[in-house]
């Protein structure tokens, strides 16, 4: 573990070799989850077909809400490990990460049970049809069953990076992204499993995964490893993680609000297949949105420290540099979309309707995402210097909002454009809020500064 | 390692700091308070407003946490964070422990009991005051405070102290176990305090190091 808390190249190292080196590794764990989710749409696309398609969409809000719960012990779990750690206890951060373990365990399979009980009903509220109910029951019921070894899974990945071993932990999702797709071709198109085979190949590929890092993580000599005692429950740890976790867990179910309303338009106003090819357009869309941020969390530390150590002309240039990286990226998803829309479609199915759909949605959708890299880099900007509130703002500006009247009000007069149409005008009106906050807030340094130096003039 | 130190904590308007000031006289130790926001924006080049804000304060309450939230819901680790309360309490923990590596201390508030857990010569003592006492003391420190709103703010910064002590070091503020000792401080008054507390560290043995050297 690094002993100094605060590294000094971050004040004086070129902020264009900070930003390199502090992004690259989030973008490329970025890059690897989002293959991750998109590897069962693939194969499921091409091995099963376009109405498979469709009932994977519709359990995507399901998986969002089961990483709600995940990260309500995760997020949690990994903070508090940090606090002990940095402090030397490792006492204590053994009992936490037995306490994760229980708590995940409790979680886990209370969630499994609740959905398997009531699975048909909330398929059919969260956008399912006659048609499309089976595929996603056939799959949502392997993942539910594994449900508690992917919380495991995710819940020790983020205690591995608190520990200070964020290349394990990297290692880790790569992995689980290549066996993933290797049993994906297996049971899909070997086997002929079908959807299921899909959904097994997922469960597996994070139960591989979650064996290593009990292996790891049971060794006595690591300074972490698990004890029989700690698992039992401590209230006051329970507590504070909850309360820790209770954040990023309604920012994921708001998450999983929004793709309902979005499947429930859908299938209202296109049918099955729209909310397919909404599978598909959300799954290319993650793909770009990820990069940048794991450009935001190259930019956190950079922008937090020179903030906090008043070197501004840095924080407007690692700021800059952010947007325009985020932007040259979300230009380039642009172009490529409405150039070659049915290529990259091309990669998910090769069924003509569902093309056609997915065209549409994806050319409308990336529509404002040259200006998103700035919104969004805007917002973690906030975060990172401190002010979570107007982050969290922005964050959901564009994310629920603006969206959600949109997704309400819009579908009514345009149809399946009203929902596609709602993803581009939220973008726009969240870019031009972050805008005018940015600006001004640099009229208010402006002003800061002024007295700052007249009070030394004073002097 | 060797260094001799005492730690204390206390409730607000207990006149936990001039007892330590003064012990820290007596015993000629080197004494620290908010000193340590000073030392630790020095030490990380990080402005001193930022430490003032978290100064013993937890992380998330209701209204400055919840929304206070810090982190990327994906990535949770705080220390991509360099402004988040842990992070600064980092920061000013790695600070009381070199301090306590240089010479002989006594740390007020700031979890030093808990940062300075496997330090062996440690005397930790927790200081509290009549519900009078306390009130006066404050009311004379602050000139346009009322007397209603004296009991307010006694409740509400000793309540932060606590989120925060809680928080940090898993341990209860103010109850006997976390402590050596516990004093009320209106019994033998704040000379009389002091008075006991040397007493004690004399005797506890902890206070032979300091004739050694």
Redesign the interface.
Known sequence: MNNK??P?E??TESIGKLLRQYALP?IIA?TASSLYNITDSIFIGHGVGALALSGLAICFPLMNLAAAFG?LV??GG??LL???L???DYE?GNVILGNVIGLNLIVGIAFSVITLIFLDPILYFFGASEETLSYARQYMRVLLVGNVFTHMYMGLN?LL??AGEPKKSMYATIFTVLINAGLNALFVFGFKWGIKGSASATVIAQVVMLVWQFKFFSNPRYFLHIKRSALRLRR??VV?ML??G???FF??AAACLIVIVINQALLRTGGDLAVGAYGIVNRIAFLFIMIV?GI??GM??IA??N????LYPRVTEVLKKSILFATVVMVAGFVFVQLFPHAVVAIFTTDTDLVDLSVIGLRLTFIMYPIVGFQMVTS?FF????M??KA?FLSLSRQLIILLPCLLILPSFMGVNGVWMSFPISDFCAAVIAGVLLWKQFRQFKVEAGKRNAEMANR | MEHCIINIGRQYGSGGREIGEKIARRLHFAYYDKELISLASKE????KE?FEAADEKK??SLTG????????????????????N??L???Q??IIRELADKQHCVFVGRCAD??LR?YPHVLNVFITADLADRKRRILERMDDLTEDKAEDMLEKTDKRRAGYY???T?KTWGAAASYHVCINSSVLGIDGTVDYLYNLFEKSGKGEVERQK
């Not at chain 1, 975060?383 to 401190?386: K, L």
């Open positions: 808390t605060t000094a971050l004040g989030a970025m990260s995760g997020a990994s903070t940090s606090i002990r940095g402090q030397q204590t983020n990076r608190s006051k740890l504070d309360s820790i209770s954040a990023p920012m994921n941020m935001n969390q956190q530390p937090g420290y903030f906090g150590a008043r973690n975060q990172s210097i401190g979570a509130g969290i | 990380s080049g990080l402005g930022f992380t998330y946490g919840w929304l206070g939230l810090r982190n990327n819901f994906i990535s949770s680790n705080f220390l991509e964070n360099y402004l988040s842990e992070t309490f980092k920061i923990s790695d808990y940062i496997n809680n928080y940090y898993g």
